[in-house]
């Protein structure tokens, strides 16, 4: 809406929107399905005739600099960037912005942007943070951006003029008071989407260790029980149980069976980001026995 009342001569400055959440939190995926489902962003067709996107999307490439950040940006929309390779770095965006206008392209959606900043170099980051400001500072073209990373963005945000202009939308982690949207997602995913059946028990607490498993990152649990689905498919099974959440949890962490989330009874002292730590212990031992 502010993308309109901007390109209409009225709008606020605050033209980009952050979305920030753990890898697998499920950012990208909420991010297409409002851009799928938002008239603003829906397709029209030219005077030519042809079908016309307001939105571009591109996913940063690692070890992205702003240069090549932007230059990335002019091939995503078929241009090619090779005459501008030698152009200034602080002139960049403007070109940028002067092809996004000549497509009629209002929104930017960027993910990955967590590969546009390399650890703690101040340097490297203000131009990143220069780049980011000056596309979503254009009076000519009020270009509106949605960011989509991880939390290693947040260098970032630290220059006023970047974050006096955007929003951030954090995506909070799984906790016990989700655990009826939880027990949404295994029936959506597994009776609606698979179309197949399952059989817990309450006391084997499946939600509350899907939950663990999957770190309580909400877009992690959806992929373990959609992998356990597909298995369960192979196998010629109807049924989801337990014991193939336990073996969909094995095949991922690889871990020992006592540290298996979906069949230990203490789960939740389980951390699953830890699962091979036990084979560090093991190569030490096997160190100390050795005699040289």
Known sequence: MNCEA????????????FVIAPAGSGKT???????????YFQPTIDAYGDEVS??????????????????YILRKMGINDKKYKSKPEPDLPEIVLGHLRELGVKYLVVDEVQHGVRGTKTGFIKKM???????????EWPLHAI????????????????DRRTDIIRLAPLEAKYAWFVDNLIEEIIVDAAGMT?????EEKVTARLMHAANYVMGTAILMLQETCFAAF????TEITQDQLQATYLKKTGCSRHDNVFEAPN?????????????LKEDEKEDDDVTY
Request: glycine share 6%; no cysteine; aromatic share 6%.
């Open 6 to 17: 901007s390109h209409n001569g009225g709008g606020t400055e605050k033209r980009a929107i």
């Open 29 to 39: 995926t909420l991010v297409n399905h409002y851009v799928g489902l938002l008239p």
């Open 54 to 71: 307001p939105v571009l999307r591109i996913k940063l490439p690692p070890s992205s600099t702003a240069k090549s950040a932007m230059l």
């Open 129 to 139: 943070q220069d780049a980011l400001r000056d596309l979503i500072n254009s009076d």
């Open 147 to 162: 960011f989509i990373g991880t939390p290693d963005v947040l260098p970032i945000l630290e220059d006023e003029q970047v």
């Open 198 to 202: 399952f059989s817990f028990e309450a």
């Open 234 to 237: 192979l196998a010629g099974k």
């Open 267 to 279: 789960f939740l002292t389980i951390k699953p980001n830890e699962a091979l730590a036990d084979l």
